[in-house]
């Protein structure tokens, strides 16, 4: 029995039982390395603009405090609950261990539908959760971050209620801050330009011009708005984005500067153009060079696995690719190079722990310094990716995933286990 029940963390206990299999972890070990270390659900009760009283629920899941302080998103949508934040923590373990940051992973969340909350509302309720978390988050125990539903506003309210109750100011206490509050020049583009470094680099390997390269973004926010500029830097023609109620298609590439400058200021993919709507039900299965679900997890079942038409699948989301479709995708990997999530998505992670570096030396870098560190991980990790991949013949999320675990699992080893 456990309280992290849900298709979520169920996805992500199946991915780390294929990884244990391959690795030959004892079964009597696994629940020690899978199972979070500490979860918290608190209640976030805040004035309404009418007068009521609203009562949010709340989570943090520390997964691993092993490695160093806990790193991890907060996320505000309807859809959080207590196993899809432990699924999200778990996979962020992997992916800190892989690229080699001093992190286990950690997210949190509030269960809320903020087309529903005012700006003081939001602001009541982001100081609200910080508050009812003070007691387990800290520079040194678990350093929070944005993620869907949160942006550097939330994380500068965070920071602020946090620094009221230590009686100073604690910029290390949460990432992706502005900038001009102890936030680093790169953070807000780090993940989109991870993804785009990563598919470029890729489409390299496999000798395409990135002028004869197309690319198709399902999810238009942040990562993917970001991951679009740079792939159009790069030279390659993005064809199709999406977000959850509209997508837009043109052959001949769309204008992503004047597509982010419309979605800022009218919020909406859907009022860019009635001429280039598209189905967002088959944006996924459009031939393209590279495809980026930079949506919500499980995007890529079976079924939609086997229709995909892309070269390259680069997974800005956290696990866009269920299991099932994994299987499907293994089988077609000489016609799909697959970038997994754990790798492909980690450029947000590396640049925060940049901040939080910058922000306990209270000596700051120049943007180019931070692009330069973050490309430099990512292609030390993707090469120990690759090598692995090939020596042991097996799939290149197995092969990220192994990476990750078998860290997480000798450190565990070497620490024993207290008293």
């Not at 680093?184 to 989109?192: K, P, S």
């Not at 999810?219 to 109620?245: C, D, M, P, W, Y």
């Not at 956290?318 to 450029?347: H, M, W, Y």
Request: include cysteine.
């Amino acid at each position: 029995m456990t309280v992290y029940s849900g298709p979520v963390f169920e996805m992500a206990a199946r991915q780390f039982n294929v990884i244990a299999d391959h690795l030959g972890i004892p079964l009597d070990e696994r629940d020690r390395i899978l199972m979070p270390k500490r979860s918290i659900t608190v209640s976030c009760p805040i004035h309404r603009d009418d007068g009521t009283v609203a009562v949010f629920e709340g989570y943090r899941v520390q997964h691993l405090l092993t490695m160093g302080p806990t790193k991890g998103g907060t996320r505000f949508a309807p859809s959080v609950d207590i196993g899809e934040v432990a699924a999200l923590a778990t996979w962020m373990s992997w992916k800190c261990a892989l690229v080699g940051l001093p992190y286990g992973g950690a997210k949190g969340g509030v269960n809320v539908d903020l087309s529903k909350l005012s700006r003081r509302e939001l602001e009541a309720l982001s100081r609200r959760y910080m508050q009812e978390l003070i007691p387990f988050v800290g520079p040194h125990t678990d350093v929070m971050a944005p993620d869907m539903g949160t942006n550097e506003q939330v994380m500068a309210w965070f920071m602020d209620t946090y620094s009221m109750y230590q009686g100073r100011t604690v910029t290390e206490i949460v990432t992706g801050k502005p900038v001009f509050s102890g936030g680093t020049l790169g953070r807000r583009e780090a993940t989109g330009r991870g993804v785009a470094y990563l598919a470029g680099r890729v489409i390299k390997e496999l000798n395409i011009a990135p002028g004869d390269a197309t690319a198709v973004i399902q999810g238009f926010g942040n990562v993917g708005s970001h991951a679009a500029l740079e792939l159009r830097q790069l030279g390659v023609k993005i064809i199709a984005v999406s977000n959850s109620t509209s997508a837009l298609y043109d052959p001949a590439g769309l204008d992503i500067p004047a597509l982010v400058r419309h979605v800022a200021a009218q919020g909406s993919l859907a009022t860019f153009s009635r001429e280039l709507a598209f189905d967002p039900a088959e944006l996924l299965t459009l031939p393209c060079t590279v495809l980026v679900p930079a949506a919500r997890e499980r995007a890529i079942d079976a079924t939609m696995a086997a229709k995909l038409r892309c070269r390259v699948l680069a997974e800005a989301a956290n696990g866009p690719t269920t299991p099932e479709a994994d299987l499907v995708l293994d089988k077609r990997q000489d016609e799909i190079f697959v970038i997994p999530d754990v790798l492909c998505n980690s450029g947000g992670v590396i640049v925060s722990y940049f901040e939080w570096v910058q922000d306990l030396q209270q000596l700051f870098w120049e943007e180019g310094e931070v692009m330069r560190r973050e490309y430099q991980i990512l292609d030390r990790a993707f090469d120990q990716m690759l090598s692995r991949a090939r020596a042991d013949n097996v799939s290149h999320r197995t092969a990220a995933m192994a990476i990750g675990v078998e860290k997480v699992r000798a450190t565990k080893n070497v620490r024993g286990l207290f008293p």
